[in-house]
Structure formats: structure tokens, C-alpha cells
């Protein structure tokens, strides 16, 4: 499905209902919006694997501008900030109330530039993987320094500092330091994901060079009124665990949970405890 707001043509797609049977009446359950990372990548990185939570509530998958299949715009278009516009206004646009969001990597720093701008919007904030300023890459850098292979280790900056020249180059990248995310380096479970988002390299050389480098909520997120669940995980070395617990010591209502055998996607590699922890959190301890 697609929806057009702020001048762009962007994808979405819904899962679950918003709206069920109990008994004799008819309850609302929760929405939640899931952000996906990259930049370049696109809402694919979540599927399957947050399907089981549409048990207790609704989820609206989205492509950012210039992501997955949503329209190509020019990139200089495509901060921080005006991707948290979007996001408000896919919310308004669908007729949603305050929405429960939930962003990994990329998409976690997207989501913490909206609840600095649009807090009202907001019932619950969660922050997987993420980080909360420029600094994650020079952490990240020393964690690579002691995991990585020396072929690693020369390529690493071509994508974070916005200097892949193609897709081929692009797909090299992916088949050199995807292992790097995984804590256990299941090759069909790695081949599979990897394959299934549709690439943006213009959006991310661009966001890399441009964006990035600017990046830094920490002052705004003293202010964060919402509760917020912040996911880390052990083995994560693009946002580190320092740089969850950053954010959990910034944020006044924030509560750190670190999945002690995942990469940077613990909803895969510790899935089930994944989705017990978030159900737990939108709906309470009941889920």
C-alpha cells in the first residue's frame, strides 16, 4: 500500500488487526509503527519475525523516503528530521491516535529525532539497537578492531563514511561484514535476510556523508516523557551496548534490557524472548 505525504510517494503495510472481538464488545489494541535501519534498507529486515506480536496489537510497517519500495526523492531531502515528519504524518494520514513506535538502528535514531519532535504523538518509545549520537561509529570502530579480519577492517569505512561507487561494490561490502552482525553465523538464515530488502545506495552514501555526521539527540532526550524500552544486545558491534546505556541514563522513564546472545538483530537471534519482552511492554506484564 502507499500513501502520499510531504510531496513523496512512501510504501506501507499493515499486519495484524487493530480492532477485535472480546466477548460482547469490540477492544482497540495498540498500534505500533516499525522503522526500519539502513539508511537503505527497507521494512523487510522485520519480516517474520515480529509477526507473532500482532497477536496483541496492530503493526504499520513503513518504507522510508527514498527506501525500499517508496519513491526515489532527491537524498538531500532525506534527514533525520524530515523522516520523523513522515512518520507523523503516515500517522495522521492512517487516523491514528497516540502510536507505540519502534525503531532498530538507523530507524532507532529516526524515532528518537520524532519523540523530540512530536512527544504527544507518542504512547510508548522503543529503541532497538540503536544509538543516541555520531559516536556510535567510533565505538563501533574499536569493536572492529578486535573482532575483525584485516579484509573487514579495510573495507568497513566505505559504507559508513558514504563511498560505495555501486551496487557491486555495495553487494561486495554485505558479503564481506554481514557475519559481523550475527552472533551465531547461521549461512542460509544470513543469505536469506540479507537478500530480501531492496537496496538504496544513493540514500545511504548520502545519509552517511551528510547526516550522520551531525547526528545528536543526547541534549533532547532529558525530555523524552514517555516510557521507553531500550534493547542492546551482547554481541552488537555497529551500536554498541555503551551506547544503549547512554541513552538509559539520559532518558528519565527508560528501561535497558541486553540480549546476552545476539548481534544487531536480537528479534532474530534471541526471538522468542524478543517478543515476550516487547508484548510485555506495550500490553503490559499479562502478554
Not at 210 to 234: C, E, G
Not at 237 to 263: C, N
Amino acid at each position: 500500500m502507499f500513501a502520499t505525504v510531504n510531496g513523496t510517494r512512501l510504501y506501507f503495510d499493515v499486519e495484524g488487526s487493530g480492532y477485535v472481538p472480546v466477548g460482547s464488545s469490540m477492544v482497540a489494541r495498540p498500534v505500533l509503527f516499525a522503522v526500519h535501519g539502513g539508511p537503505g534498507s527497507d521494512h523487510s529486515d522485520f519480516k517474520p519475525w515480529l509477526t507473532p506480536l500482532t497477536e496483541h496489537m496492530q503493526i504499520v510497517y513503513l518504507d522510508l523516503r527514498s527506501n525500499g519500495q517508496s519513491e526515489r526523492v532527491d537524498p538531500a531531502t532525506c534527514t533525520l528530521e524530515q523522516l520523523a515528519d513522515d512518520i507523523e504524518a503516515m500517522r495522521l494520514y492512517l487516523g491514528f491516535d497516540r502510536i507505540h513506535l519502534l525503531g532498530h538502528s538507523f530507524g532507532g535514531m529516526v524515532a528518537q529525532v520524532y519523540a523530540s519532535r512530536y512527544p504527544t504523538s507518542l504512547e510508548k518509545l522503543l529503541l532497538i539497537c540503536t544509538a543516541p549520537s555520531k559516536e556510535f561509529y567510533p565505538a563501533a570502530l574499536e569493536i572492529a578492531s578486535r573482532i575483525a579480519t584485516p579484509e573487514q577492517l579495510r573495507v568497513i569505512p566505505e559504507l559508513f563514511e558514504g563511498r560505495v561507487e555501486n551496487e557491486e561494490q555495495l553487494i561486495a561490502w554485505w558479503d564481506i561484514n554481514f557475519p559481523l552482525y550475527f552472533h551465531v553465523k547461521d549461512e542460509q538464515l544470513m543469505m536469506e535476510t540479507g537478500n530480501r530488502p531492496i537496496g538504496s545506495l544513493e540514500v545511504a552514501n548520502y545519509t552517511f556523508k551528510h547526516f550522520i555526521p551531525q547526528y545528536d539527540v543526547r541534549p533532547q532526550l532529558l525530555a523524552f516523557p514517555m516510557p521507553v524500552l531500550i534493547v542492546a544486545a551482547r554481541y552488537d558491534w555497529i551500536t554498541p551496548v555503551s551506547q544503549s546505556e547512554e541513552m538509559h541514563q539520559l532518558i528519565p522513564q527508560s528501561e535497558l534490557i541486553v540480549f546476552e546472545e545476539s548481534g544487531h538483530m536480537p528479534f532474530i537471534e534471541e526471538h522468542d524472548a524478543f517478543i515476550r519482552k516487547v508484548s510485555e511492554f506495550v500490553v503490559g506484564e499479562g502478554a
